[in-house]
């Protein structure tokens, strides 16, 4: 029998985002050139939250998401998440990526 146990309440994750945010901001000296992108389909919502944190501190950044299930090393093993659609509506050339996604548990999705 599995039993849920809470990690993070909400104030818990909330501190977690300002915190991240900051981070971000402070190591890019920053937010020019910075963008946002969100792996489908827990990061959607974190890169969302990141992206209202940095501005409430700092200025808006560009805020998209991408479906990385098309580009794993293990593609044929599972099946492709119906629905999950990539959306990047700016450049990704040359700037700061960051990846945001809900879970880093075997590092598939950054491979």
Do not use: C
């Not at 389909?41 to 950044?61: F, H, K, M, N, Y």
């Not at 299930?69 to 593609?75: M, T, V």
């Amino acid at each position: 029998m599995v039993t849920e146990k809470q990690v993070l309440g909400f104030d818990d994750v909330r501190r977690a985002i300002t915190r991240m945010a900051h981070e971000i901001i402070e190591r890019n000296r920053g937010v020019d050139g910075v963008v946002l992108v969100g792996i489908q389909q827990g990061g959607v919502w974190l890169a969302s939250a990141l992206g209202a944190e940095i501005a409430r501190i700092d200025s808006p950044v560009p805020v998209g998401s991408i479906d990385a299930s098309l580009y794993r090393d293990d593609i044929g093993l599972r099946p492709v998440a119906p629905g999950a659609v990539s959306d990047l509506h700016f450049d990704v050339d040359g700037v700061t990526a960051v990846l945001v996604d809900d879970v880093l548990f075997t590092g598939r999705t950054v491979r």
